[in-house]
């Protein structure tokens, strides 16, 4: 397995703020994977021993069940990680995730990545707000799924994904209509007949996978 260069660890703000040698540290310990698309990184229910941080490539964090079905939690990215929960609460992985694109990962182990912890109260901190953040994610997407119509669920997941690109806000293009459907909870058919509502009222406009989302609709009530 390849090492993993101190300058790739000191782009991820998990570490932002660590003195050079303990980066120097954790690059010596840390192993590069790859992964072509599709591929599933880690699974729900397995026995844990790392944390991944995300170099380049996006993920799906998703459950699921044997016949297919799932549920995508969130999307990562570059400077992202995941694998934490069962470094820290010692069960097995609470989701699985897979690779949307061909992804790079730096991965570092328990025990490595404890005394590290051991050594940086700020990469706790850091943990902790990264863990409000998800359960805040969560719990939004608890009241979209009980209290929101299919609707306004793909507009606000739209309105979440949207990034700027020369000056319009468009969503992430590797995502299927499958994961949008998958992301709140309806079905590919019911994701298409609302993307088409929603472009028919000037909310979106679609070309090919591209889904630009109109100013309009970020000052809009949707539900
Ligand atoms: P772990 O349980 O070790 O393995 C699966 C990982 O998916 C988990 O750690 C987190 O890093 C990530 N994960 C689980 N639930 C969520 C969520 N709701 N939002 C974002 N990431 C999550």
Known sequence: MT???????RNVPLF??????????LAAVATV?????????????EHADSIYLINSG???VLIGDSEGHEVILSILGPGDYFGE????DSQPRSATVVSMEPVHFAVITKSDFDRCLAH????VTHIMVELAKR??????????????DVHGRVARTLIQLAELHNGEMVVDQSLSQQDIANMVGASREMVSRTLRDLSANGFIHVEGKKIVVSHRT???KLD
């Open 85 to 88: 929960m069962s470094l820290i």
């Open 16 to 25: 932002a703020g660590l003195e050079n040698e303990e980066i120097d540290k």
């Open 3 to 9: 090492q993993v260069s101190p300058i790739l660890l």
């Open 218 to 220: 970020f000052s809009s």
């Open 120 to 123: 940086n109260p700020r990469i």
């Open 135 to 148: 359960l805040r994610s969560a719990n939004s997407k608890i009241e979209g799924l009980a209290l929101m």
């Open 33 to 45: 994977r790859t992964f072509a698309k599709h591929a599933v990184v880690i699974r729900e229910g």
């Open 58 to 60: 996006k993920v799906k």
